[in-house]
């Protein structure tokens, strides 16, 4: 009997080369969509010992704890973040311990791809797709938005100064990275500060 394999939708790909930042795919992230409402106690707390961190409250905002990152998607739903071998049991686990109240806990592991971009020019590289201001003293570490990048929906996520991942959905995956590629192809910098 074959077993299912889990295989990235850019594993064919590699690093981006001839780029003036490192451009590659994220393939072992888990990813679960996690909804309940902020103002019922009994989610926020049952969430909170599943996951060992409480889920942000504030708009654009990340939490995270060791492995565990929660990204604030809405005031209602938020994008659980740990490694992809991991994802199927946490969810679980979510699942069980929710299951008396309003919630949902939904593997989405293999639905986004995620493409980060590190290096000096990150935001730059993205503002060339997209409206949003990377130069705004407002974008800084644990930043969450969802925005329209290259014509399609993408969710970014501000890992650390200069590194920035992009989640796209996973058949939108090679042109989001064939974008960035000729975005941040080396002699295209435009030095915004």
């Not at 981006?16 to 451009?23: K, L, Q």
């Not at 969430?47 to 990204?71: C, M, Q, W, Y």
């Not at 200069?162 to 192809?185: E, M, P, T």
Request: proline content about 3%; some cysteine.
């Amino acid at each position: 009997m074959l077993e299912p394999q889990h295989e990235s939708a850019l594993a064919h790909v590699g690093e981006a080369s001839g780029t003036y930042i490192s451009i590659r795919e994220i393939p072992t992230r888990g990813m679960i969509d996690l909804r309940g409402q902020t103002a019922d106690r009994k989610f926020m707390s049952l969430a909170k010992n599943v996951l060992g961190i409480d889920l942000p409250k504030l708009t654009r905002s990340s939490h995270s704890f060791g492995e565990v990152k929660a990204l604030w998607l809405s005031p209602d739903q938020w994008l659980i973040l740990c490694a992809y071998s991991k994802a199927a049991t946490l969810q679980a686990e979510l699942s069980n311990t929710l299951k008396n109240i309003h919630a949902l806990a939904v593997d989405v592991s293999d639905m986004r791809s995620v493409i980060r971009l590190e290096g000096e020019g990150a935001g730059e590289v993205l503002m060339k797709g997209g409206s949003l201001d990377f130069t705004d003293g407002a974008i800084a570490p644990g930043y969450v938005r969802r925005m329209r990048f290259a014509e399609m929906a993408a969710l970014v996520h501000i890992v650390e100064p200069n590194i920035i991942d992009l989640y796209v959905f996973r058949s939108y995956a090679q042109y989001a990275f064939d974008f960035l590629q000729k975005a941040a192809r080396n002699g295209s910098q435009i030095g915004m500060k």
